[in-house]
């Protein structure tokens, strides 16, 4: 015969303006399932009383007296999400992607939620998680978004494992006022053309591979010699810290076609190389993909940011017996994904359709290509106004402004 539950009813108490119910459930606490005592706010004190506290306590007793989860996964949501969902993250998703999700939550939510217990969270615990995080003023509105849809993904993947139960606590938080993110940049034409021309090979090559195809960092290091065909580059494959992956998305899968210019510096790259037909396009000295941060440190910031007065690259500079003084004549360098976004907006402004410029970035739709990838410069307004004046000008109906007659007040 199975043994009935015994049913708890709590004892209630009051301690600093607040009434509490006192009972027993079962947790897990430090790896093993374990019987412990707990104390849950109720309601404040003032107008309310004992009895009255009693029964607004009966919801909470009732699902401690009949619980709806297995004991073994009442844990702390540090516990879940260190012990469950990061792992399984790591598993399901790319490398990059989950250094995202781990970084959010080491950074900015596990400081914030010590003592919280997964089942017990709610909305308000979440939303004061995201004002904490705000006040610092460290991290953007977009930032803030990430966070958000970060503990929104913990709690929705908590419910599937059967961890917590009722709505996503996450669902209904407000975005806390923050400074709004700096606009990113994208390389002009000539930009572009200024970088080429002081870049030593292969960095001068790999850059121009970013510029006119637009290949994110990843897919530019997972090149292979036979990758380039056809008069195109097709993109197949990643590498992030030298772990070979997928591209980003399905979508990311396709060809580039290669402009004359940048298949000529392939030809004499792969001629320096020793006419290569497989293997990396750009290898390291172990024969295996370059990362591209190295070239970045080693390379392309040593020759884009030298001392105007004696040519010293920044970083050999701290022995110089004068400050340093950036040579404003070189290019500045705005990061690998300012590449991608220049051969977006470069083709926008030379007509290119925006559903085209979709298709040779490889994104999953047109908004992403419009909102984040195509960079509208002073000069385009500029011309943009110029031509409607010239259009309102070449019109008969078009008149010269005459000022107005003044009315004379009697």
């Known amino acids: 015969m199975r043994r009935r539950r015994r049913q708890q009813a709590g004892q209630i108490f009051k301690s600093a303006g607040w009434w509490y119910i006192r009972f027993y459930d079962t947790r897990v606490i430090k790896g093993e399932v374990k019987r412990a005592r707990i104390a849950k706010q109720v309601v404040p004190t003032q107008g309310i009383t004992k009895a009255k506290a ?88 977009n930032s803030l978004r990430h966070v958000k849809s970060s503990l929104s993904g913990i709690f929705k993947f908590a419910k599937q494992q059967g961890y917590f139960d009722g709505e996503n606590p ?25 970088i080429l021309a002081v870049l030593p090979e292969p960095a001068a090559t790999i850059f121009a591979v970013a510029a006119f195809t637009g290949a994110r960092r990843g897919e530019v290091c997972g090149l292979l010699w036979e990758n380039y065909r056809d008069e195109s580059i097709h993109i197949e494959r990643s590498v992030w810290h030298g772990r070979i992956t997928e591209p980003k998305t399905r ?41 591209l941060n190295n070239v970045l440190n080693r390379v392309i910031l040593p020759t884009l940011n030298r001392c105007a007065l004696c040519d010293e690259p920044r970083k050999s500079h701290m022995l110089a017996d004068h400050e340093f003084q950036r040579n404003t004549d070189l290019p500045e360098w705005h990061g690998w994904h300012a590449a991608r976004r220049g051969l977006g907006t470069n083709l926008y402004r030379l007509g290119v359709p925006e559903k085209t410029i979709q298709a ?21 307004t500029q011309a943009a106004m110029a031509k409607l004046e010239t259009e309102i000008l070449g019109n008969k109906w078009a008149m010269d402004v005459v000022p107005p007659q003044t009315a004379t007040v009697q």
């Open 251 to 291: 979508k990311s899968k396709g060809a580039i076609p290669v402009i004359a210019p940048l298949a000529k510096r392939l030809e004499f790259h792969r001629a320096r190389m020793g006419n290569p037909l497989f293997g990396p396009m750009f290898p390291n000295d172990a024969g295996k993909p370059t990362d």
């Open 170 to 194: 996450a669902r209904d938080t407000a975005i806390p006022p923050a400074r709004e993110a700096e606009e990113t940049y994208a390389y002009s034409l000539e930009e572009i053309a200024q």
């Open 54 to 141: 009693k029964e607004l306590a009966k919801p909470l007793l009732a699902a401690i007296n009949q619980p709806v989860q297995k004991p073994e996964t009442i844990v702390m949501l540090s516990d879940f999400v260190e012990g469950v969902y990061l792992p399984r993250m790591q598993q399901q998703r790319r490398p990059s992607t989950y250094t995202g999700y781990r970084d959010i939550w080491e950074d900015h939510i596990r400081p914030r939620c010590r003592g919280l217990w997964l089942r017990d969270v709610r909305t308000c615990d979440v939303q004061q998680i995201l004002d904490d995080i705000a006040r610092p003023d460290e991290l953007s509105r």
């Open 360 to 380: 040779i970035l490889r994104h999953a739709n047109v908004s992403t290509t419009s909102t984040y990838y195509i960079k509208t410069a002073a000069a385009d």
